[in-house]
């Protein structure tokens, strides 16, 4: 929720004990500019009375786009990271995660992508297309409520780790943010934690 009055969803993952990784427009309202000042978090969320645990203790989040009122939404820096005051990890479990691999070894990787369609935890499995620095593409289906959802695959040690944030779909390929060290340690711009 938000000072503006909307509300919405979105998917995070969780890379740490009290660390998870969402896209930055699960964060704020883009059409009015304003920072979510409550969330409720949800883990293995399958209706309002069937899940696996629940967080609504307080968090500080930074993201690399602040979305100003009236700017849209671009993909442009669409990554954020959430600090929960508690260690939710312990019970959820969490991914790994792997940034700074050469294109060569993500380019046709084979990836799943998971996030919250329709309320419910859903993945799609394919390869990867094409990239750029910032982003990956991909033909794998997704939706709006998979944003910030991980890009994952089986790394070479033979654990699974995330390597991008899904943030848009559009008429040509489905688009990932690349995980980084920037990314990672996510200082940008700051979200009031307001609990």
């Given at each position: 929720y938000a000072d503006c009055g909307c509300s919405w969803q979105g998917t995070g993952f969780m890379i740490g004990r009290n660390r998870m990784l969402t896209a930055a427009h699960c964060l704020v309202c883009t059409d009015h500019g304003k920072w979510a000042h409550t969330i409720d978090f949800y883990f293995g969320y399958k209706n309002p009375k069937n899940y696996y645990c629940r967080y609504n203790g307080t968090?500080?989040?930074?993201?690399?786009?602040?979305?100003?009122?009236?700017?849209?939404?671009?993909?442009?820096?669409?990554?954020?990271?959430?600090?929960?005051?508690?260690?939710?990890?312990?019970?959820?479990?969490?991914?790994?995660?792997?940034?700074?691999?050469?294109?060569?070894?993500?380019?046709?990787?084979?990836?799943?992508?998971a996030g919250y369609r329709d309320g419910m935890l859903k993945y799609d499995t394919g390869w990867i297309q094409c990239l750029d620095q910032s982003f990956v593409f991909y033909d794998i289906d997704h939706v709006s409520g998979n944003s910030g959802g991980p890009v994952f695959f089986l790394d070479t040690d033979g654990d699974y780790k995330a390597g991008a944030i899904i943030i848009a779909e559009n008429n040509i390929h489905n688009i990932a943010f690349r995980l980084s060290s920037m990314v990672i340690n996510s200082f940008d711009i700051e979200i009031k934690n307001v609990k």
């Open positions: 968090w500080r989040a930074w993201a690399g786009n602040i979305y100003k009122s009236g700017s849209g939404y671009s993909t442009a820096d669409d990554y954020g990271c959430i600090t929960l005051d508690a260690n939710v990890g312990d019970v959820t479990g969490w991914i790994g995660y792997r940034y700074g691999m050469p294109d060569k070894d993500l380019l046709l990787k084979f990836v799943t992508v």
